[in-house]
């Protein structure tokens, strides 16, 4: 673990200081990237779904609708700009940017790519690193909530106010599940930077099998050494963007539109933006730190020159896209969930499952100190899986005895007529009824008005 942690301060060491021209360079790729992203991404968006439900999507402007997202891009400013008699105007101008400038900074301590020269200038493709870079992250998600928050109480909206409420819960059960995802990961790791977290997973780690003097390497990537873990962040980083099945701060079914129901034009624009932007952030983290970051994948790594140069950011790419698929598949495939069954997969199912397996990695992380075999991640992970199986089965098993109670309930009040709590509405047939009586119904006369 210490010659991990030690292999990206000799990467860092040997480039050159980034001068300020450079710095500015960076800066404007990520901003460029992270906008020309989000048009590229809600055309594919409207594609893929298109396509999963038998429909062409856009395909009038430019060539394959092309240009859809850029037209709705430009008209969404240039519409009326509607402010609430009784908002609070400044802290509802403020919210949209607050949600969307964080969402801008995550994306700096991403790497992504390898060292390259550029104009002479030896640098690695990553705006910034820090000994606590996964929790500036984790900072700025905190920080994106409020704008969330003050853009629903601002409003003076029931429906605003309750998609903020829906928001904060939501964002405080699934963050707690994401920061114990990453706990592993750093025990493993042996640090918090972005830069070495990718430098650990260049080499698996040896295992001996079993005394036959066989030394075969596992894996290096963490999605498969650490799988819980994954499992888990890939989870709570959907709950943690609202996207679809857990979009209950956006449902239109019962709060219109949510938090942004009162906004319109830019500012709307800017929540939309914020959304898009925090997919991309949390899909090139979860590729940093779970895929080996902008490292090739197999068999492309087997080739000595695909983690060298401007390739590690094809590859880092092809990553993010597949996670970024994945948002797409899942809002064209899977029903919005109630609130109490998110509340419930949060707390019972994924902060336990968490906070379990980070313990038996700690655990672990000292036996394997000590000499022990990296082997035992796997049966780690198995075991806190079928714990987790047992506990979902659980769940589901308690739910569905309440759903049979409640079916008999609603069968005894059909049988005994409704006469608890309610009476019924037609007394003297069921009195006839229950008292035996087999004669016609009373007649009841229409009366009407002279």
């Given at each position: 673990m210490t010659v991990l942690a030690a292999a990206a301060p000799a990467i860092t060491a040997s480039v050159d200081p980034d001068p300020w021209w450079l710095v500015a360079i960076k800066v404007l790729i990520v901003f460029a990237f992270l906008?020309?992203?989000?048009?590229?991404?809600?055309?594919?968006?409207?594609r893929v779904i298109g396509r999963m439900q038998q429909r062409p999507g856009p395909n009038r402007a430019g060539p394959f609708g092309l240009l859809q997202a850029l037209m709705d891009g430009l008209k969404l400013p240039l519409k009326e700009d509607i402010v609430p008699r009784r908002a609070d105007k400044a802290l509802f101008v403020i919210a949209p940017a607050i949600s969307a400038i964080p969402a801008f900074i995550s994306f700096a301590i991403i790497p992504f790519g390898a060292v390259v020269s550029i104009a002479g200038h030896r640098t690695p493709l990553q705006l910034t690193d820090m000994p606590v870079a996964v929790l500036l992250v984790l900072a700025m998600s905190s920080m994106g909530v409020y704008g969330i928050v003050l853009a629903g109480w601002s409003s003076n909206?029931?429906?605003?106010l309750l998609g903020a409420l829906r928001s904060s819960a939501q964002v405080i059960s699934y963050e707690i599940a994401m920061g114990l995802a990453f706990v592993p990961?750093?025990?493993?790791?042996?640090?918090?930077?972005?830069?070495?977290?990718?430098a650990s997973q260049a080499n698996g780690a040896p295992?001996?099998?079993?005394?036959?003097?066989?030394?075969?390497?596992?894996?290096?990537?963490?999605?498969?050494?650490?799988?819980?873990?994954?499992?888990i962040y890939v989870t709570t980083?959907?709950?943690?963007?609202n996207r679809l099945p857990?979009?209950?701060?956006?449902?239109?079914?019962?709060?219109?539109?949510?938090?942004?129901?009162?906004?319109?034009?830019?500012?709307?624009?800017?929540?939309y933006l914020a959304e898009y932007v925090s997919m991309f952030t949390v899909s090139a983290l979860a590729t940093t730190l779970f895929l080996g970051g902008w490292h090739a994948f197999w068999p492309i790594s087997v080739w000595p020159g695909a983690n060298a140069g401007w390739w590690t950011v094809l590859w880092f790419l092809i990553k993010v896209a597949a996670f970024m698929f994945g948002f797409v598949w899942l809002r064209g495939s899977l029903p919005r969930i109630r609130y109490?069954?998110?509340?419930?997969?949060?707390?019972?199912?994924?902060?336990?499952?968490a906070l379990a397996w980070a313990l038996l990695v700690a655990t672990l992380s000292v036996w394997r100190r000590q000499g022990g075999s990296a082997g035992v991640y796997v049966i780690g992970g198995a075991i806190v899986a079928v714990l987790l199986a047992l506990a979902i089965a659980w769940d589901f098993s308690a739910e569905r005895a309440g759903r049979r109670r409640a079916a008999l309930d609603a069968e005894e009040a059909q049988r005994y007529g409704g006469a608890f709590p309610v009476p019924p509405m037609d007394l003297p047939h069921y009195h006839g009824a229950a008292a035996g009586a087999s004669g016609p119904r009373p007649e009841v006369k229409e009366v009407t008005g002279a």
């Open positions: 906008m020309v992203g989000t048009l590229f991404m809600i055309w594919a968006e409207r909206s029931p429906y605003s990961v750093f025990l493993y790791a042996g640090s918090l930077s972005t830069a070495q977290i990718v295992f001996h099998l079993f005394g036959t003097g066989i030394i075969w390497h596992w894996p290096s990537w963490y999605a498969v050494l650490l799988l819980p873990s994954f499992v980083m959907v709950g943690e963007t857990f979009d209950l701060p956006e449902g239109e079914g019962e709060l219109v539109g949510g938090y942004h129901t009162e906004y319109s034009s830019l500012k709307f624009a800017l929540f109490d069954q998110l509340m419930r997969l949060g707390w019972k199912i994924l902060i336990p499952a």
